[in-house]
């Protein structure tokens, strides 16, 4: 009954910006508290150490869509990502808007040093409103282009 209804909550909750499973491939339940702590703090803005996040490049020309077999289900949002101009110590300086339907998610991302010697690197995130998404478009960088995505998420062998 419990992996049913672990199903079913993957199942709804596939595609939401803040979902994320905390699986049970780890080697004690001190190193399960830890991933749920990192993924606490970086949902809530928080330094935390490097992990690996794996991505999947789905490749489609224009005129093909990307198809999911039925016992799969996913997600499909538009994401827009604008790099502003960078100040001081930041790497790199972006805002984002990701959603479907007309309904969409902000974030500021302000990514910089953690050491002298550059060695680490923070990335700070924020959820921002609308009005604050557009007040900081006027900071675009002209040198840089928006950056259009489509983004399919779907779990894949959990």
């Avoid at 209804?5 to 508290?33: M, P, Q, Y």
């Avoid at 990192?38 to 794996?54: A, E, H, K, N, Q």
């Avoid at 409103?129 to 950056?147: C, G, P, V, W, Y």
Wanted: with cysteine; net charge neutral.
């Amino acid at each position: 009954m419990a992996r049913i209804t672990d199903r079913k909550l993957i199942g709804s909750w596939c595609g939401h910006h803040n979902f994320h499973i905390i699986g049970n491939n780890v080697a004690s339940f001190e190193e399960k508290i830890n991933s749920v702590l990192d993924t606490v703090l970086r949902v809530v803005g928080m330094p935390v150490p490097s992990t690996l996040v794996r991505k999947f490049l789905l490749v489609s020309n224009e005129n093909t869509k990307i198809t999911f077999p039925d016992s799969i289900k996913s997600e499909s949002f538009s994401e827009e990502e604008v790099f502003l101009l960078t100040y001081g110590k930041e790497l790199d300086n972006r805002i984002r808007k990701v959603g479907k339907n007309e309904t969409f998610i902000y974030n500021h991302g302000v990514g910089m040093h953690a050491s002298d010697n550059g060695s680490e690197r923070i990335i700070k995130r924020r959820q921002i409103a609308a009005r604050e998404f557009t007040e900081l478009l006027d900071h675009q960088d002209s040198n840089m282009k928006i950056l259009h995505k489509e983004r399919n998420c779907f779990i894949y062998e959990n």
